[in-house]
């Protein structure tokens, strides 16, 4: 089992370009997640979709969209990059989203925009 | 809102040694308390959480860490500290406060050093 999987997991890209980060899961969960992570700052949300069909903004949306494909995969999109998106992207799963299960995480995208 | 401050942004440690990483959060309700570790290069995992009962909680790889309602704190510790327990700790919490989404701490970079 892979887990969860993340591609890429590198990116450079300019500022105004688009890009779209993947995840996937082979685990069966409900719940998915797109967080951000920038230096001591820890995790910020910017997705979040309960189940398959439904997607719901976190704290920091703006300049993001989503799209959960199917149960596997849910998918981030930079449709205008700037230079603040540089950061860290993680994809994290949740059997069902309930404050006190535990969230798995992907390896991460480095996204860097120019 | 709630809220949570780890209060050390790097910990350095002698290999062997004890640590304890400290963890403090702002809730009026009853909260449920998680921490992650990030080795380097990786996706976050759970270490261990608190959901109720025994405030002390036991995780993987010795770590375990106490949850003190009236300091509100729930501070991880490890009796004796190896090499590869080199990474990053975050802190996180749950509860009605968050609408049940995880808030997280800044992250405490632990440096074993030999």
């Known amino acids: 089992n892979a887990g969860v999987t993340q591609t890429p997991k590198f990116q450079v890209l300019k500022t105004g370009q688009s890009m779209t980060l993947q995840c996937a899961q082979d685990m069966n969960h409900n719940s998915m997640y797109w967080y951000r992570q920038d230096p001591g700052m820890g995790l910020r949300l910017i997705y979040y979709s309960a189940s398959e069909g439904t997607t719901d903004k976190g704290e920091v949306p703006n300049g993001y969209n989503v799209s959960r494909l199917n149960k596997r995969e849910f998918s981030l999109r930079l449709e205008s990059a700037a230079p603040s998106q540089t950061s860290v992207y993680f994809c994290a799963t949740e059997g069902i989203r309930a404050p006190q299960e535990t969230q798995y995480f992907g390896p991460g995208t480095r996204l860097l925009v120019l | ?114």
């Open chain 2, 1 to 114: 809102a709630q809220s949570v401050t780890q209060l050390d942004s790097q910990v350095p440690v002698f290999e062997e040694a004890p640590v304890e990483l400290r963890c403090n959060y702002s809730s009026s309700v009853s909260v449920y308390l998680f921490w992650y570790v990030q080795y380097p290069n990786q996706g976050l995992q759970l270490l261990l959480k608190y959901l109720s009962g025994s405030t002390l909680v036991k995780g993987i790889n010795g770590f375990e860490a106490e949850f003190n309602k009236s300091q509100t704190s729930f501070h991880l510790r490890k009796p004796s500290v190896h090499i590869s327990d080199t990474a990053e700790y975050f802190c996180a919490v749950s509860g009605r406060d968050s609408n049940y989404q995880l808030i997280w701490g800044a992250g405490t970079k632990l440096i074993i050093k030999p």
